[in-house]
């Protein structure tokens, strides 16, 4: 089956999980299996195999994981050879009864009515020309950044300030196209998608894939919930939502002044999160693992950097061009991304609906030719977090429908303007700051 179906089984198969022992939920939650098309799963050591990482499966233990599973993987005859050995029951028809969420299994089958839907119409079917073109923008654009520093250095300000925009622009755009081929979302292979995707955020951005799936993945399973999105792991840094503020106020923690969040937050985490954070991430992450051939990767990046600047600008020159390219691509990057989670519900895991979770966790941005363009069409972050392998150029023909669907349910459905988006990553921190803050004084 194609993007976003079922487990394939045959007759046989269908047969043997009539024969297969009832659970119920109780036993479970107790046991952290996980349940798939109503069918149980003993995930205890499949998951150290996982190629999402073990975390990934284990967020969700005990729960009904069919609506991102099958957003997740778009090859069911591959993934079925490793589900089927691990298959130990089936559930207990109405034994799950969430005090969190009203109507969840019937809000769960009209999801799978969209994605039929949606598959239907021919939205996962990607178009070649679309991504070839944003490729291509990336090799020119690189070519004339070298051209630039080739001809003029750093002796003229406003040429090498052209250059500088053109490298920015290079590394933004490619995020979003790796971020592509990461949700298997251009190539039927997925082969061929990590292939692409590595050539891309290794060989043009100088970061690992498997580091860069192995996060990414665990925020579209569980955005914004604590401890299990890494995207809103920010330590002692900053408190976000309604939850962490209080719960640190109450217990007299006061790390930092966070009834000034508001300020401080947009000189610390935009200028530093891509040029230190992320590289210092990547690499721990590659020697823990042993990803030696990603390695390689990145190693055509610093030689590529290498032969492009260090003969014109110097070693020196060209470390001093790395940072200020990082810093621009970073801010870039955490504006696009922080604009439609960080003001979104913040909460521990509450088991919700896969498309409950999303619409609480994600807003819109208002669609433009620049807001698709700047944003890699993450201003369609509600579409992109239901349909995670829908190629993006298909966003905005799946967005009507799920605004019917959020008004049956009585979803809210955010979309905003980039301005106000943007003007609510202050409020929300501002928000939470005065939470901590009279929580903390009483």
Known sequence: MGKGGKVDQTETDLADDQKLKVYKWQEIKQNKWIVIDNLVYDVSRFSRKHPGGERLMLNHAGQDATDAFTSFHNDMKKVSKYMNPIRIGRVQPESDINPNEERKAELHKDFQNLKALAEKKGLFKANMGFFLLHFMQLIILDLIAAYIIYKSGHANWFTYSLAVVCLVIVQAQAGWLQHDFGHLSVFKSNKMNHLVQNVIIGGIMGFSA?????????HHAKPNTIKRDPDI???????????????????????????????????????????????????????????????????????????????????????????????????????????????????????????????NSTCNVEQSAFNDWVSGHLNFQIEHHLFPTMPRHNYYKIAPDVRELCKKYNIDYQCKTMSQATIDIYKCLKESGEMWYEAYNM
């Open 233 to 359: 792991r920010f330590g002692v840094l900053y408190l976000i939502g309604k939850v962490i503020p209080i719960e640190y106020g109450k217990k007299k923690i006061g790390k930092l002044p966070y009834n000034l969040q508001q300020f401080y937050f947009f000189f610390t985490l935009p200028p530093l999160l891509i040029p230190i954070y992320f590289v210092i991430e990547t690499v721990y992450f590659l020697v823990k693992k042993r990803k030696l051939h990603e390695i390689m990767w990145i190693s055509i990046y610093l030689l590529r950097w290498y032969a492009m600047f260090v003969p014109t600008l110097g070693f020196i020159g060209t470390v001093k061009l790395y940072f200020l390219v990082r810093f621009f691509e970073s801010f870039w990057f955490v504006w696009s991304t922080q604009i439609s989670h960080l003001p979104m519900t913040v909460d521990y895991d509450k088991d919700l609906s896969w498309f409950r979770s999303q619409l």
């Open 210 to 218: 498997h580091w860069w799936n192995y996060r990414h993945y665990q």
